[in-house]
């Protein structure tokens, strides 16, 4: 037997579409000594054609790309131009702002000098080293800066205050004494990373940050030691020339205050992810075969076995109900405060809360493959991606170090030339102040920490978006196209009438049908079947099943060739069903959905099915069209039925009797119109409509491979869930150019102060320990903005 043949059965997946397979399933293939299962013959169908295809696609998933290059400053660290590789064995880091940046130990980003953040956020919120460090830094500068500021402060300005036995020269031993500290031990990383910016020519705000301290401190240093070197016009009655250590500790604490807001501040972006993983319960109560019942870890629970979910405790992992009644609390994992009735046959997701009633449950999913975990790794993806309009922002900061510096070059001789006395002073005050006030950390942070904040938030009310690009885009969608059933409607059919001919029975024509109907996939077969359980009608095999895509199932039951499925198919068969279909009229013109009926090349009946508009669909069709969206319906029911429904629902477009691939089509249509379209659908055949329009919605309730394929999933299966992402784009695209415009703004007026723009004018010169508090202030400022969608109503 194959290592395939040896996998359990919930770790084997579908090659195609990657949803879970069971061992069991009758889709099977054998290559190249290995058996493959599929969850239809659709897909069994394309592997065939092209194994290689999704085998190389298959290894691709889980190695390093060949796009991947080495770091010059770091050997265990590579940059990825697709999403991180993440090695589930250790923790792997990132940087906020370039998460291109992957290395598996903590440390800093080789390419802005941030400190790295892990990928994979823990429940347990562990030490941050480096939060730690940097707050042991600045309070043992601040104790060291303040007595080196008071005593700069007092010699400058009120001088008789000093003690007679206090000197200008031991004065500026003792600013020596205390600012050389500061600045090399507490300013250590900064020097650290500056450098490594030059290594591999990142130029970043460490660049900034450390030339500038490093120009202060060693001007102090020259004009301590060999004042005689400096002009006589520089140089003070003494003799001594003027220092600026109190300038450098000052920047030094400063830039190291900035550090220890932002790192608590970054620390909260993560803050509903932790939220998530701390509502998964540690223990479940398993019911053993005998009877008897015992707490189990989390972790061993197993696909198939049966737990207990007792009233106030969390529902362990995702499963369905075998018995019991009660209400669930669902509202952590889908925005949605009602609780939800749940019985015999409806499922439970794991880390919901189980209300008033004992529920018995069947494990079906455990591990990284409940919706929890896969709600965890979407916005941990999510988080870590890039909205086009970084673009600006990565663009600007390419040109913004250099140009910095070439400012601060010019203005220190501009002033060293042209400026009044003392010059060079004065020279060193504004090339220093211009270095420090342009860090262009608040630029970098704009973007990525709105999405990392705004992802995680979506995902608390039951929003989960793929991916930062689409969270920008849903901004300008002007065109909503949905599905019909199981995304306007409840995606549950239930058979309610059959019509048969002369000839036939019910019963008899119900048993053909459902009897064919047990081979397909489609939720309206799984309908018919459990019509036919519940009227207690005896199921046969069938053969030579086929599916027509958009038509029916053909199929051979009792060795008679029986056609279930709408007029299109019967016309490809050459099977006259006009008469029937008008009968069938009746049904439609209620809202149902009715399949026809041929055995033997002649039709003999129909069966209607119905499946009831969701309650919430109205209000948010309404929502929708108050925002000024456009929404279209796409089905494959139908004429009769999709204008019913869309007369109830107020629709602006019906698009009726549409096959799979023409749905790609009419999304193509819109687009080359100009409109900005968003997808909304459930379905195996949504997926490349989902995946060709500028958004795809997938409703959680729908296909794995519906959820892959789109850029938004909402966890309820609720159109009302596309209004909350519209609120939380916009929101957040409005917060983001607000983060971007106050880091713009704040450089562009920022340094020409700082070059000496206003002193021709009103004699100010702006001092670099000013410049040090206002970059700081920026930075935290940016981020404190972001935070501010947290608390966003969606």
């Given at each position: ?329 669902e509202s952590m994992v889908t925005g949605e405060p ?73 203005s220190f001789f501009v002033w060293w030339i042209w ?61 909503l196209v949905v599905d019909k059933t199981g995304t ?307």
């Open positions: 037997m194959s290592q395939k043949m040896q996998t359990k059965a919930e770790e084997l997946k579908d090659q195609v579409c990657g949803m879970n397979v069971s061992i069991d399933s009758k889709y099977s293939y054998r290559y190249k000594s290995e058996d493959y299962r599929f969850c239809s013959e659709h897909c069994l169908v394309k592997f065939k054609a092209h194994p290689e295809d999704y085998l190389k696609k298959e290894s691709s998933d889980t190695l390093i790309t060949d796009k991947e290059s080495i770091c010059t400053n770091e050997n265990l660290c590579h940059v990825n131009t697709q999403t991180p590789y993440i090695d589930e064995k250790a923790t792997k880091y990132t940087c906020p702002m370039h998460p291109e940046i992957v290395q598996d130990h903590a440390g800093t980003c080789p390419k802005c000098g941030m400190a790295l953040e892990p990928i994979v956020v823990k429940a347990v919120k562990e030490k941050n080293e480096e939060l730690i460090d940097m707050s042991r830094r600045f309070w043992v500068s601040t104790a060291l800066s303040i007595p080196v500021f008071a005593l700069a402060m007092i010699a400058d300005l009120l001088p008789s205050l000093l003690p007679s036995s206090l000197s200008m020269k031991i004065v500026q031993w003792i600013e020596f004494l205390l600012a050389t500290p500061v600045v090399f031990w507490g300013g250590w990383p900064f020097f650290v990373r500056g450098y490594k910016s030059l290594q591999t020519m990142n130029l970043n705000m460490f660049t900034l940050i450390a030339i500038g301290v490093f120009v202060a401190w060693a001007y102090s240093l020259v004009a301590l030691f060999m004042p005689h070197i400096f002009p006589p016009m520089m140089q003070m009655s003494d003799g001594m020339v003027h220092v600026y250590f109190e300038a450098a500790a000052v920047i030094t604490t400063l830039v190291l205050l900035g550090q220890v807001l932002e790192l608590r501040a970054r620390s909260q972006t993560n803050a509903a992810i932790r939220l998530l993983l701390e509502l998964a319960p540690n223990t479940a109560r398993i019911v053993r075969k005998n009877g008897n019942e015992e707490d189990i870890a989390l972790e061993n629970v197993q696909v198939g076995d049966v737990l207990r979910v007792r009233p106030g405790e969390k529902v362990p992992v995702d499963g369905v109900v075998i018995d019991g009644e009660s209400n669930v609390d009602i609780a939800v009735k749940k019985f015999a046959g409806e499922r439970v997701i794991g880390a919901t809360i189980n209300a008033n009633g004992s529920l018995l449950m069947r494990t079906q999913k455990i591990g990284a493959d409940t919706l929890l975990s896969q709600i965890i790794d979407m916005v941990s993806l999510a988080q870590r991606s890039r909205a086009p309009i970084q673009k600006l922002a990565d663009v600007v900061s390419g040109y913004f170090v250099p140009a910095v510096i070439g400012i601060s070059i010019i400026g009044s006395e003392p010059r060079l002073a004065y020279a060193v005050v504004s090339a220093v102040s211009v270095l420090i006030i342009a860090c262009p950390c608040a630029l970098g942070l704009a973007t990525p920490i709105s999405i990392m904040v705004a992802t995680g938030r979506g995902a608390t009310s039951g929003v989960l978006i793929k991916n930062a690009e689409v969270l920008e885009i849903m901004e300008k969608v002007d065109t306007l409607t409840e995606g549950k059919p239930k058979l309610v009438n059959v019509h048969v001919e002369d000839g036939f029975s019910e019963n008899e024509l119900l048993r053909l049908v459902a009897s064919l109907e047990r081979a397909s996939e489609h939720p309206l077969s799984e309908a018919i079947v459990n019509g036919a359980k519940d009227r207690e009608v005896e199921l046969v095999k069938s053969d030579n099943f086929k599916s027509i895509s958009g038509m029916g199932i053909i199929g051979e039951v009792d060795g008679q060739t029986v056609a279930v499925g709408n007029l299109k198919l019967f016309e490809s068969l050459n099977i006259n069903a006009l008469e029937l279909s008008k009968k069938a009229d009746i049904e439609r013109s209620d809202g149902k959905i009715v399949m026809l009926v041929a055995v033997d090349s002649t039709a003999v009946g129909f069966i209607a099915i119905t499946d009831p508009i969701k309650e919430s669909t109205a209000e948010a069709i309404n929502n929708l069209h108050a925002q000024g969206i456009k929404v279209v319906m796409l089905t494959g029911d139908s004429r009769t039925t999709a204008e019913i429904v869309a007369r109830k629902l107020g629709i602006d477009e019906v698009h009726a009797e549409v096959l799979p691939e023409q749905k790609a089509e009419i999304i193509k249509e819109f687009q080359a119109k100009g409109r900005i379209v968003a997808m909304a659908g459930d379905g195996i055949n949504d997926a490349p409509a989902l995946a060709l329009a500028h958004v795809g919605i997938a409703m959680g309730t729908g296909t794995d491979v519906a959820m892959e394929s789109a850029g938004v999933t909402l966890v309820k299966g609720d159109l009302r869930g596309i209004v909350r992402a519209r609120v939380l784009s916009r929101a957040t695209m409005r917060n983001i150019r607000q983060n971007l415009f106050f880091a713009f703004f704040y450089n562009s007026v920022g340094i020409p102060i700082a070059a000496g723009l206003l002193y021709p004018f009103f004699g100010i010169l702006l001092s670099p320990m000013i410049a040090a508090a206002a970059m700081s202030f920026s930075s935290v400022s940016v981020i404190t903005n972001s935070l501010r969608l947290r608390g966003i109503k969606l």
